[in-house]
């Protein structure tokens, strides 16, 4: 459960990295600090959402949460999602250039704001559980 509640503290805190480069209304990515920061975050997104679905399924496993089926069900659906914010997320550090603008498009992305949801329901369901099953 550690592994897959760290990649969820690290996925927030690139999130919320990227909200205040947004708002900071930099034309690109040259010649401020959080400008040099923001391809790190990205990078650091997209690696801590790699593994993300087969670190749930093995917090799952471990818990001996049931019904399995229904875990396994939302598993995929992480996996879908952690997938298509990967692809976001690489698409923006592919560009010569990452300007404010181009990072608050990728925040409004559905894609990234659907993973968002998936953290802080399955954050919530694994503490629950894990209580319940310690």
Known sequence: ?????????????????????????????????AGGQIREFLSRLAEALRGLPESFAEAVAQAGFEPAEKYDSFTAVLGRDAGDSIAAAELVLAQPSVGSQLVDNLNASIHLRALLTDLFLLGEILRKQSVRVN
Not at 1 to 27: H, K, T, V
Request: with cysteine; net charge negative.
């Open 1 to 33: 459960m550690a592994n897959f509640l760290e990649r969820s503290e690290i996925i927030e805190e690139c999130y919320e990295f990227m909200l205040a480069y947004a708002a900071q209304g930099l034309p690109d990515d040259q010649g401020s600090q």
